[in-house]
């Protein structure tokens, strides 16, 4: 793992050695005073524990601008030196999806599921955008990883791009909040954090955890009849951070895929010529970038992980939650409500297990949107698969 730590002492002039990195402050480009510290411990107490005063949901909790460039400077420095691009983590553990800045229902998670460190979580990115709240969902949990990082896990979302910033609300969320000036300054160091995050998690040895999902790059050498071991140390190998999001390749896939929707195309693979196998698998997104997996690249995909199955985020569920090619592939929503516009619910996986066990792989803790909060009852749990 490179890292910049060693950069500054090591820059003593041997010419023929490669162009040492430069020292973090300047290479990481968060423009932070060398003085500047802050307490997590307190900021972290302050986000929990705020309550919208006279139950208005428009305020929001004090945050300055210099509050945010530390705790950027601060997670990049962990995430480019403790984390890789694939991560491996144990049950138990709560797995949670796209968030998009509804910081409230993000408390409500953390209310019913327990709180770090106390209880794990593994984040599937899409933390910013569409929600008025992205900045207190983000810092909130960059700073419970740098105090808990056995306890948090942040993976990275397609929306974690500085195209997407842009166009869909945390660009405009921070000047409004900070001005032209800073709110731009904050944007760059969360631009840059975003860019160390890592892509993929495995838990337990069984799931494979990303935002988006599998990738063709999966169905071929070296991937295609590797070990788990091997293969997550691959994926370490074939994707250097930092990295912009591009519009095609193995990290793309990983954040932009999704399962294909209609079930016929599960079947087309049968009767076709083995050379247009690939191509009937993975169809082309519905977007600009990367493609839909059928249920046969998405098993292919996963033996080449060792893994059983897939968790992802980025698509909204109307239960919270969707089940997709015979229980392979689950997709989750936390965040219900999602930008104020739909009535779908939020849902969270939990496994509660010392054990990732395939027979009874989890729980769905399901969440309704705040505005039915009255009328609902929050708290269900559902186990979609049983031998029992
Ligand atoms: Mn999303």
Known sequence: MDSDKCSENDASGKSEEPMPRKSSTVSLGVDVPPDCTIDLAELVKRLLSFQPPNDDYSVHPELTAQDCLIVCHMAIKYLSSSTSVCVQTDSPINIVGDLHGQFHDLLRFFDQLGQPPQAKFLFLGDYVN??????????????????????????????????????????????????????????????????????????GGKLLCCHGGVSPSFELEPFASG???????????????????????????????????????????????????????????????????????????????????LVRGREIANEGFAVRHDRLCITLCSAPGYHGTRGNKGAALQFEDREVNLDRPGSFFVLTPRSELLSEKSRSFLYWHSTA
Request: glycine share 8%; hydrophobic share 40%; with cysteine.
């Open 130 to 203: 569409k929600g008025k709240f992205s900045l207190e969902v983000i810092v909130l949990l960059l700073s419970l990883m740098l105090m808990y990082p056995d306890s948090v896990v942040l993976l990275r979302g397609s929306s974690e791009c500085a195209s997407k910033c842009s166009h869909y609300g945390f660009k405009d969320e921070l000047i409004g909040r900070f001005g032209a000036n800073s709110g731009t300054s904050v944007l760059v160091g969360f631009l840059r954090c975003f860019q160390w995050l890592p892509l993929a998690a495995i838990v």
């Open 227 to 309: 070990q788990l071991e091997s293969n997550a140390d691959l994926l370490n190998n074939k994707i250097e951070r930092p990295f912009e999001l591009e519009q095609f390749g193995l990290a793309c896939d990983l954040l932009c895929s999704d399962p294909m929707k209609s079930p016929a195309r599960d079947n087309f693979e049968v009767s076709v010529p083995e050379g247009e196998r690939l191509k009937l698998n993975w169809v082309t997104g519905g977007g600009s970038c990367s493609y839909h997996f059928s249920k046969e690249a998405l098993c292919s995909s996963l033996r080449s992980v060792n893994a059983a199955l």
